[in-house]
């Protein structure tokens, strides 16, 4: 009974040994925290958005260095708290990191803009200048063909009013050679009466 005893009661100590180690590994690793891996997956999503690797580098590097931390503290002391801590901080960075690319990219699309309307605002007053300068071109236009009739209208005038002179001068020509004459035949009838 002895040797019995003896081997349930070695069995036994073996047993509770193995459980005891299992038990004491066991309370020693704590579960891996679920902020670590929320933070390596922001810190992924960032780094595989072009934006934000382009735009946000500074931002990205920090996320990516709050998180080896985080897992060198993990790895190494398996200390919650502060693993949870960096990694909130991993993940802050990420999202700080995917909004300042996304401010980077709102404020380049609005320079993009601002160009296309400076653009269309010089395009409009390039075309309302070419409208301006063909109305005056045409205004232009329509005073030199003003002009030319009224000089064509002097010039007429000034020629009828020669014309005009020219006749009353043959007139006044004529009818003093017609009193002359008259004064001629009357001094030449004058004699005969006599």
Partial sequence: MRKVTRKYLLLYLVISTVIGISLVGCSHTPPRPAELDQARAAYAEARDNPQVASRAPVALRESEEALLRAEQIWDKDKDVKEVQNLAAVARQRAEIARAAAEQKQAEAELEEFTVARDRLLLDARAREAQRAQEQ???????????????RSATTQNVQLERELAYTKEELAAKEAAAREAAAKAQTKRRPRSR
């Fill in 136 to 150: 005056a071109e045409r205004a232009q236009r329509e005073a030199d063909q003003a002009y030319q009739q009224v």
